[in-house]
């Protein structure tokens, strides 16, 4: 459970604020954050770079038997959402039934709940994407 | 002194709301428990989804907020959600939206409760700890995922939704606080106790001696003090329990219908407890012009109405179509019925 804890606490600025990093020798966009720019091998201090939270799906299944804590969302699409910056990004997707998710589909992040950790546990938040909102 | 005015002069330089897209027509309940017979208090409400609740609805509208604010959040020294259904007994929904909006850490964060009027205690908080010089900016949030027992009266009405708002300097404000009124009493006409899942309420006593008695009081003393009626306000929006009760309140106070039809979201909403009130205030701001006048009246339960008397300024221009607006999230519709309706309101006994 300690562990638990310090693991979501620990990922909270990339879960709640899609906080990634950019190389400073390549500007290549990375999410999650790594040690190492997969496109330039540079491994100097990476600054943060937080995404807009648009993209489109990649690519996208749906998860009929869920693991524990995602029951009460089963059956869920999970997606990968290719970024506006570039990075692709695996997540789930909500507020869209899973027979309208087609591929090229635009979506943006939204701050939901993850999992729920029984009735006594934390309940985690973080991100997930949406269709992009009509405001016209 | 009965009528609150800060001595330095603040307003709302950002505001934001937000709807889950998910529509319980009131019809559909009573299928299920008056065999379709009878009259309904609403048309539908809004539904939170299995991923939704007070953080999230919550968040959304301050993140609309701040967008139409365009400020640095780490220029926000409170972060003060109201709520009668906050997520943890014990836990701040606050402290989780400061961090998601990069407000942390140097901010207060705290957690409201006083049923509907928990959201505008946040403002009135909010205008005197901007005005008194202890923080740049506040942020005010009213939301709520609101249960009502199955088959119960409240059930029709029970909805979902919020709306948040950025309080500042007058120069920076899209709209002022000329000034407000607060009115509170000991009436229990609806509580909850702890543990408890569902509310209990007074029935027909949650009418005159609360909802009525307390935003007639408080509505009718800033308008005294301030010496005007309801003829010299563009729009008002009072917290809206269903259709009925705002409709005649407004016209107790004297208000024609054209002042009081963009705010009032109940009937295709629902009561979405401490957001109502300051929901229907986006609707107008989102559609208000510089001059307009506005009259904006909470009530909780408990009970006590918070009145505010708001104007609009130049500074609306080219602000409200920063974020979606309010008839944006209305339009986002998807109907559902009462059995889905009572999977994602967990009252199915899983275990």
Known sequence: MTIEIARHWRLKSQRYQLVGEVCPKCSNKMFPPRDVCPECADDSAQPDFKFSGRGEVYSHTTVHNPPDGYQEMAPYTVALVKLEEGPLITAQLTDVANDAVKIGLPVEMVTRKLSTQGDEGLIVYGYKFRPQLATA | ?351
Not at chain 2, 229 to 234: C, I, L, Q, V
Request: charged content about 20%; proline content about 6%; glycine content about 12%.
């Open chain 2, 1 to 351: 002194m009965r009528l609150m005015k800060p001595s330095v002069g603040t307003g709302i330089v950002g505001y934001g709301s937000y709807i889950p897209q998910y529509r319980l027509p009131a019809r559909e309940i009573a299928r299920v428990w008056t065999d379709g017979q009878g009259g309904v208090p609403i048309t539908e409400k809004a539904v939170p989804g299995p991923d939704e609740d007070t953080m999230t609805i919550g968040l959304e509208a301050a993140r609309n907020a701040l967008a139409r604010a365009q400020i640095n959040p780490q220029d926000i020294g409170a972060v003060w959600v109201g709520s009668e259904s906050h997520p943890y007994a014990v836990k701040p929904t606050s402290t989780i939206i400061a961090e998601a909006i990069g407000a942390t850490p140097h901010t207060e964060a705290a957690d409201w409760q006083f049923a509907c009027k928990a959201g505008t205690e946040t403002i009135q908080a909010g205008i005197g700890f901007v005005a008194g010089g202890m923080a740049r900016y506040a942020l005010g949030i009213g939301a709520d995922t609101a249960q009502g027992r199955p088959g119960d009266a409240l059930e029709y009405t029970a909805a979902a939704g919020g709306a948040a708002y950025i309080i500042g300097a007058a120069e920076e404000s899209l709209a002022l606080f000329e000034a407000s009124c607060s009115y509170v009493t000991d009436t229990p006409d609806f509580w909850r106790r702890p543990t408890m899942h569902y509310p209990s309420h007074g029935g027909r006593f949650t009418g005159e001696p609360a909802y009525f008695h307390h935003i007639a009081a408080a509505a009718g003393e800033l308008m005294s003090q301030l010496g005007c009626s309801a003829k010299d306000f563009d729009y008002v929006v009072l917290h809206q329990p269903n259709k009925k009760f705002p409709e005649r309140m407004a016209a107790i106070l004297g208000f024609e219908k054209e002042q009081w039809e963009t705010g009032l979201l109940s009937p295709t909403v629902g009561n979405t407890y401490a957001g109502a009130s300051m929901l229907g205030l986006t609707a107008i701001l989102d559609i208000a012009k510089p001059g307009d006048k506005i009259l904006c009246c909470s009530f909780g339960s408990g009970a006590g109405s918070d009145s505010f008397s708001i104007q609009v300024t130049e500074n609306i221009a080219g602000k409200q179509q920063l974020a979606p607006t309010t008839q944006n999230y209305i339009n986002r519709r998807t109907e559902i019925d009462y059995a889905t309706y009572v999977r994602y309101r967990k009252k199915l006994q899983m275990q």
